[in-house]
Nanobody, 115 residues
Framework: QVQLVESGGGLVQPGGSLRLSCAAS????????MAWHRQAPGDQREWVAL???????DYADSVKGRFTISRGDAKNTVYLHMNKLKAEDTAVYYC?????????WGQGTQVTVSS
């Protein structure tokens, strides 16, 4: 069984920063990709950022230049550093990993950007 646990969400003022963490555990075959997605109330879930096993990264246009995705020294962890947060970044953020055995989602962590 594979488990992903996210942490680091919370309430932050516009212009502030947060760091989200995601740790994967369990019977995991090779992890090819680690990604963050988010879902705001009433909206569909959208992709935010991705990092491959080779360290290549990609970002949605809406967060490019403000968010940074990185993998931890323990390759089963991934972080999302979020800077210059805006009200429209408010959402539940989900971690997802892509492995040889399939894709797995975390339970999500709430990020609220408000003054």
């Amino acid at each position: 069984q594979v488990q992903l646990v996210e942490s680091g969400g919370g309430l932050v003022q516009p212009g502030g920063s947060l760091r989200l963490s995601c740790a994967a555990s369990g019977s995991i075959s090779d992890i090819y990709t680690m990604a963050w997605h988010r879902q705001a109330p009433g909206d569909q879930r959208e992709w935010v950022a991705l990092v491959t096993s080779a360290g290549e990264t990609d970002y949605a246009d809406s967060v490019k230049g403000r968010f940074t995705i990185s993998r931890g020294d323990a390759k089963n962890t991934v972080y999302l550093h979020m800077n210059k947060l805006k009200a429209e970044d408010t959402a539940v953020y989900y971690c997802k990993i892509g492995t040889a055995g399939g894709g797995y989602w975390g339970q999500g962590t709430q990020v609220t950007v408000s003054s």
